[in-house]
């Protein structure tokens, strides 16, 4: 079955050449189905033949937020590692880390060089603006701001981003602390509220409440590092 003829598509694995750049052996991922990778034929969607690949070796879900319209926000599709002998989520290991948000061209590496690629061309892959590409390198080596946006609100956007020392996976809300003349005493109102929302959120830890992990303020834009579930 084609990409065309499945409107219920999350995206495609397939099986990856990493010195060629060729993929082979895809699979399309459904949004209502949990598909697994391993050795069993007969538990997996997408089986690998090798001895040194789990029988059930990764568990491949997702999440929709609206099922009515899908397209309002885009599934997050996520990778998790069920096995014993280890997976890897582009550099970084997945054993006992749960999930695994994939974006398109992302790679995971399986034992004995078993390549496997995440495509899915809707994600919406953002231009950064050139101020905010500047700012983000003074911090990427250690929490790294990907153009991937997951959403926008009234503060501002939504970006995917992620931990550069321990790969660890977190949503990144950004927003702008200059506004244009006349509205300066509005946006510092909302810049205290968010002080002071990120000042509670720093010393909870409740597992209904996600984790404020660090904020990052510049001349120009504040930078929330909030978990991702």
């Given at each position: 079955?084609?990409?065309s003829?499945?409107p219920?598509?999350v995206g495609?694995?397939?099986r990856?050449?990493?010195e060629?750049?060729?993929?082979?052996?895809q699979?399309?991922?459904?949004?209502?189905q949990?598909?697994?990778?391993?050795r069993?034929p007969d538990?997996?969607?997408?089986?690998?033949?090798?001895?040194?690949?789990?029988?059930?070796?990764?568990?491949i879900y997702?999440?929709l937020?609206?099922?009515?319209?899908?397209?309002?926000?885009?599934?997050?599709?996520y990778a998790?590692?069920?096995?014993e002998?280890?997976?890897?989520?582009?550099?970084?290991?997945m054993?006992?880390?749960?999930?695994?948000?994939?974006s398109?061209?992302?790679?995971?590496?399986l034992?004995?060089?078993?390549f496997?690629?995440?495509?899915y061309?809707?994600?919406v892959?953002?231009?950064?603006?050139?101020?905010?590409t500047?700012e983000?390198?003074f911090f990427?080596n250690t929490?790294?701001?990907t153009?991937?946006?997951l959403?926008?609100?009234?503060?501002?956007?939504?970006?995917m981003a992620?931990n550069s020392?321990?790969g660890?996976?977190?949503?990144c809300k950004?927003?702008?602390?200059?506004l244009?003349s006349?509205r300066?005493?509005?946006?510092?109102?909302?810049?205290?509220?968010?002080?002071r929302?990120a000042?509670?959120?720093?010393?909870?830890?409740?597992?209904?409440?996600i984790?404020l992990?660090?904020?990052?303020?510049?001349?120009?834009?504040?930078?929330?590092?909030?978990?991702?579930?």
């Amino acid at each position: 079955m084609s990409w065309s003829q499945t409107p219920d598509a999350v995206g495609i694995l397939s099986r990856w050449d990493p010195e060629t750049g060729r993929a082979d052996e895809q699979l399309i991922i459904r949004s209502h189905q949990t598909v697994y990778v391993g050795r069993d034929p007969d538990k997996c969607h997408f089986v690998l033949d090798n001895k040194f690949v789990s029988r059930q070796h990764l568990r491949i879900y997702t999440i929709l937020f609206d099922h009515e319209n899908p397209g309002s926000i885009l599934p997050l599709v996520y990778a998790e590692d069920i096995s014993e002998n280890g997976a890897v989520w582009n550099i970084y290991p997945m054993s006992g880390k749960g999930g695994f948000l994939l974006s398109d061209g992302d790679i995971i590496q399986l034992p004995v060089g078993i390549f496997l690629r995440f495509s899915y061309q809707m994600h919406v892959q953002e231009r950064l603006g050139i101020v905010m590409t500047k700012e983000i390198q003074f911090f990427n080596n250690t929490y790294c701001v990907t153009p991937r946006r997951l959403g926008s609100g009234a503060y501002g956007q939504v970006y995917m981003a992620y931990n550069s020392i321990s790969g660890q996976q977190l949503a990144c809300k950004y927003g702008k602390k200059l506004l244009e003349s006349g509205r300066e005493a509005n946006l510092r109102k909302r810049l205290e509220f968010s002080s002071r929302e990120a000042l509670i959120l720093k010393d909870l830890c409740h597992p209904n409440i996600i984790s404020l992990k660090k904020v990052i303020q510049t001349s120009y834009h504040v930078y929330l590092f909030q978990e991702l579930l």
